[in-house]
């Protein structure tokens, strides 16, 4: 079991920096983390077949019969 200790001032001159560092890399992970499972659920999407008839609506974002 650890014991609680007193650091001396001088020990912690850079503990903010080291804070706020540690928190500027988390939230970039975070980010990153987050832009990952986004391309996933893309990819997921963009993979399935559509039926013929919705693939133009899809591409061209045509209405019914607007094209023809």
Do not use: C, H
Request: hydrophobic content about 25%; glycine content about 2%; overall charge negative.
């Amino acid at each position: 079991m650890e014991e609680d200790t007193w650091e001396s001032q001088e020990n912690l001159k850079n503990m903010s920096e080291l804070v706020e560092e540690f928190e500027r890399e988390y939230e970039k992970a975070k980010e990153e983390k987050a832009r990952q499972q986004e391309m996933e659920e893309n990819k997921k999407i963009f993979n399935r077949e559509l039926p013929e008839k919705y693939m133009e609506k899809l591409l061209y974002g045509w209405g019914e019969r607007k094209y023809e």
